[in-house]
């Protein structure tokens, strides 16, 4: 059974940095793409960002892009996102899984939340 644990969510203010982390167990995580998910107030948890397996190919959704960055260490089993220049709109709790034609590919973890103050 796959399980996905995200952490590193917190209070920031806007313009602030964090890092996110979401580490993989159950599975062999080198093989697969990786993303991460957001679910803002009142929305749908939405796909913004993912990863080839190796790394070599990243997407961003225009949303983020310039200001978030996708990053894994398959040693690691871990994704990571870093965020900078944070804004109001980024609050949600964000979820990360395994990327199977743009949809999720396990059962979801219990995400982290990330809110950010203005």
């Known amino acids: 059974q796959v399980q996905l644990v995200e952490s590193g969510g917190g209070l920031v203010q806007t313009g602030g940095s964090l890092r996110l982390s979401c580490t993989v167990s159950?599975?062999?995580?080198?093989?697969?793409?990786m993303g991460w998910w957001r679910q803002r107030p009142g929305g749908q948890r939405e796909l913004f960002s993912h990863?080839?397996?190796?790394?070599?190919?990243?997407f961003y959704d225009r949303s983020v892009e310039g200001r978030f960055s996708i990053s894994r260490d398959n040693a690691k089993n871990t994704v990571y996102l870093d965020m900078s220049n944070l804004k109001p709109e980024d609050t949600g709790v964000y979820y990360c899984n395994g990327v199977f034609g743009e949809k999720p590919g396990w059962s979801w973890g219990r995400g982290t939340q990330l809110t950010v103050s203005s």
């Open positions: 990863l080839t397996g190796g790394g070599e190919s990243t």
């Open positions: 159950g599975t062999n995580f080198r093989v697969f793409s």
